[in-house]
DNA sequence: GGTAGACCTGGACGC
DNA sequence: GCGTCCAGGTCTACC
């Protein structure tokens, strides 16, 4: 069965896949290109299909390779408008951006959307294990997960889903810190995991409710394992681009580019994008920097 | 509000 | 091959 879902112009299905690592990590797949990008995904109804999605005019192709009734085909095109994030307007952003030399080709490319997960939580898990390690560990980590407790994919069951909470939440401690390899990170990722299942929190609802960034900062600081970086990781992901996510990279681009390379906390990085306004993460994350 | 140490793992490095 | 050091953010305790 196959969809088209259009998106907002202007619109690249390569520059939304290849915004960021995350069509890296299970069950994420593309092709070197980011023409086409599949996925596995654990419906409502408890179905496990995997989609791919590809270029169409106006916006992209979605191919389900499974059977699903109009309900479980309504749920997929929703979810696939959610991770192309294809309702978003950039032009204020675009307008500004025609007088910064570093960001001038983002709107000719369709650059500014960010690859989301299918659901709030799978992007929060994710997160949380891109921090204090490098990414060779967060693909590590995230394979343990899906390898583990992964809702398996009928007639290929070596490929499963990201797990859902409630299966994540029937884990423990110590599989996750031992066999997963998550570590420390085990009793975060496993928290999250039985409040989100428990129905304590409502990650999803972040989809739709549209709060003030600084209360829905305030909101993801007070997950277990989320610090300032992932906070404002997860914002943009979320669709509020005034946080930049400051790690170790952020710090040592932006000193080379306006403090000679000498040392600067995340206060520089914050002041070096300020004129950015509500913009200022987008402005961030897509900036050229120098290669050197 | 700022700082120091612990957390955990893989990779780089020296022997 | 082995041991040591370091990088990577967040949490907690403390000032």
Redo the contacts with the bound molecule.
Sequence with gaps: MELTVSARQPFSLPAVISSHGWVQLLPFESDENYTWFKTILELESGKVVQVEISEAPGGARVSIHDEVTPEEAAEIEAIIHWMLDTDLDMTSFYAHARHEPRLAGAEASGRGRILRCPTVFEDVVK??L?????W??TK?MVRGLVDRYGAPLPGDPERKAFPCASRLAEGNVETL??EC??????P?VLELARRQASGEIDLEAYKTDHLPTPELRKQL?A???????????LLMLLGHYDYI????????MVSREWYNGEPI?R?EVEAAFEGWGEWKGLAFWLWEWNAT
Excluded: E
């Excluded at 390899?181 to 085990?186: D, E, I, M, N, Q």
């Excluded at 997950?223 to 990781?233: C, E, P, Q, R």
């Design positions: 997160t949380i891109t921090t204090n390690t490098a060779s560990g590590r810190r031992q390899k998550l570590g420390y990170r085990a975060y600081l997950l277990k394992g989320v610090g300032d970086y992932a906070a404002a990781n996510p400051v790690d170790s990279w952020a710090l040592t906390t206060k």
